[in-house]
């Protein structure tokens, strides 16, 4: 499913037997995950329902594919109950890339077979069929060849640490080299929980010492995963790089400054330390600013959360911090940028303070690790 702290499902059936089924998905799906709220909403076509309003169904005049179009931009993900032709000719003119399509499943109406149909990892339809399949004794259909086989999935693995993939070309070279039985190389600085599975080994020279592990180093290998917010050096000649959201930037601005500016600050503080701006997590200020257009609209076009805090409560943060008195007579504290970025992302400062057209940014590294 795709980021965010709500998870929006669409549903539609064809048949008053596939509203029955709908009925009982829908008052399963309240309990699928712990760390979202799931909100659903579901739609009939076709023949006449009995009471579909009062069941809290949406009759669907339009085609189908002008439906389906809506959903994709609306939906983390649909569900179709009824014949998989319907689905596949609705969604057809949508389906653009792996990363950014909705999952998309298919049950019959009997509740027999549920297809997770596009979407399978990265946007979780193979999760959500598996776990329907529990629930209702349905049997998911999975056909991607990391399940079929049991092996390691990369975009699995990202999904599950809140990690970015950076070249899907590559991470198609890291399946495929899996499922031939080669081997694939690894490299991070975060600490690991858990151990490799089978097909990756630890390689990026003396990122291996030290670790105590048995696996065979893979520092001669070609292909690798490379976990990390930076893009300064590649530890492999054809490298994978897992992107982890982990950098909290700290901003104070100016009253009125435009989102432009912020940006153009923020892209060139990150490229100046060859950061990924796809590793960024939150945005952090003072609640002075908690209204303030440019800095909204930086956060909302880049769907990052924006957390704020008082000055009392970004001058507790313990640290040395670049002061400055012009800044504690507007704000009440010496600084804000470092302060906040510090206080939210609960880590270590790795950029001090940059300014530059009346916006100051920093950026610190959250404390986390990965695991398998």
């Known amino acids: 499913m795709q980021r965010g702290k709500t998870m929006n499902i669409a549903g539609i059936c064809f048949t008053n037997a596939g509203m029955e089924l709908a009925e ?58 009824g014949a998989t032709g319907i689905a596949v000719r609705a969604i057809a003119p949508y389906v653009w890339d792996k990363r950014q399509d909705p999952a998309v499943l298919v049950l019959d109406e009997k509740g027999k077979f549920c297809i997770p149909l596009l979407s399978g990892h990265i946007g979780g339809a193979n999760e959500l069929a598996a776990w329907l399949g529990g629930k209702m004794g349905c049997v998911p259909v999975l056909t991607t060849a990391t399940d079929v086989n049991s092996r390691f999935a990369v975009d699995v693995y990202a999904k599950k640490n809140d990690m970015v993939i950076s070249n899907m070309t590559y991470a198609k070279e890291v399946s495929a080299a899996l499922l031939s039985g080669e081997q694939v190389g690894f490299y991070t ?48 000649a054809h490298t994978l790089w897992l992107i982890p959201r982990c950098l909290t930037l700290g901003i104070g601005c100016r009253k009125g400054v435009s989102v432009r500016q912020i940006e153009k600050l923020v892209d060139t503080t990150l490229k100046s330390y060859s950061l990924y701006p796809e590793a960024i997590a939150q945005v952090a200020t003072i609640d002075l600013k908690k209204d303030e257009p ?58 001090k303070k940059m300014s530059g057209d009346g916006v100051t940014c920093a950026v610190a590294l959250q404390d986390r690790s990965v695991e398998f």
């Open 24 to 81: 009982k998905i829908r008052e399963l799906l309240g309990q699928f995950s712990e760390k979202k709220e799931i909100q659903t909403r579901w739609y009939c076509k076709g023949q006449h329902f009995e009471n579909a309003g009062e069941r809290g169904f949406e009759a669907v005049e339009e085609p189908m594919q002008d439906w389906a179009g809506k959903r994709f931009r609306d939906s983390d993900g649909l569900i179709f109950i």
């Open 294 to 351: 440019g800095l909204l609209e930086f956060c909302r076009s880049r769907e990052i959360p924006l957390r704020t805090f008082t000055a009392d409560e970004l001058k507790a943060v313990p640290g040395s911090f670049s002061g400055s008195g012009f800044v504690a007579d507007i704000t009440g504290v010496d600084n804000v940028c470092e302060r906040s970025a510090v206080l939210a992302g609960k880590g270590k400062l790795i950029i």
């Open 189 to 236: 600085n975060f600490p690991v929980k858990g151990e490799l599975p089978d097909g990756l080994v630890w390689g990026g020279g003396e990122s291996y010492e030290g670790r105590g592990r048995k696996e065979q180093k893979g520092d001669e290998l070609s292909l690798g995963i490379y976990i990390s917010p930076s893009y300064h050096s590649a530890y492999f």
